[in-house]
């Protein structure tokens, strides 16, 4: 059984999205397992191919095919997903893309934690692969090879399925990022170095193999394989980024980043009200009060919308968003920060009961630039 639905807000409008562009498809042990869109584009690129195709038995198979492939992708997510709950790290979604899976955690595991996270998707891989063996040699036991071929050929889904898994569990393990190789390797080399130094190493060695890999798609004509060099390239890079961020914020606090100076709208303010507070300040996103409670969040977005829709002396309750990201002044700034990537938006920070302060995307950017320019003038610091 799944949770209770969140309460739903009044205008479909206000609807909280979690996951824009996916789907749901299950959910397995808590974790929601969602769909990407372009992932739905290759499935029905797989059907037309199966329903117009010539060979139409052919093809069915196909996608039958292209249907297990992704149920071993969704099983090596949570390969990851459940280790990294064995050590008490959230994980707060996978999606499928059409290159793969994503295991969303929410909290930067320690160097010895990334190292078997990391090494639990790929195993998964060979555990399936191992399984398929030991069934196609217990069927394939017969008195003459000639039996024993023509028993293994009618098996052929078998051998399929063992090779693709043999092949996402050694393709993953490449040290490169985004593949879990390179989680493995920052991982190792993190129980040596600083956090961010084993990532920027981690990520040199990743776009020096993307670049020879590129080369060589490109001397020898594979489109493809560029493609994915290019992919493996820009992962390294923002791998980096990432990891900067993760450093900057390390012990911050949110409270340190947040603004505090912050005008809000009461409830019982008009669009008109809202718009002049959105030009007279250069907030984006105004919290709506009724005395000392925060009942909504209203978004530029939104009272945009509202006012197009209801006229400026509509009131700003009817269109402010009633589930928003909340935090504490003392929790930790880059835990917040993936929350805040999962659920996009601005965050309201409440001490105790009392509106503290908000966090939005552009602070958050800005106090990352100040850290950076800190770190750089004051290294020891
Ligand atoms: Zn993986």
Redesign the pocket.
Known sequence: MSLPEPTEAESPAEKPMPKPWSYRIATIQGIPIYLHFTFLLLLIFFAIGSFGGERPDYSAANLIFVLVLFACVVL??L??SLVARRYGIPVSDITLYPI??I?RIEKQPTPRQELWI?LA??AVNFVIAGLLIVYLAVIGQARTPEIATAVIGRHFWALRVLSVNLILGLF?LIPAFP??GGRVLRALLAMRMPFDRATAVAANIGQILAMATGFLAIVSNQWMLLFVALFVYMGAGQEVVVARQEVLMKDVAVKEAMLTDLRTLPHGATFRQAAEALLATSQHDFPVVMGDEVIGLLSRDSMLRGMAAEGPDAYVASHMNREFLKARPEDGLSDFLRKMQIQPGPALVFDGEKLAGMVTTENLMEFLMIRQIEAETHPAA
């Open positions: 090596h997510e390969g990851h793969g899976g295991a990391a998707g790929p993953n593949m879990d």
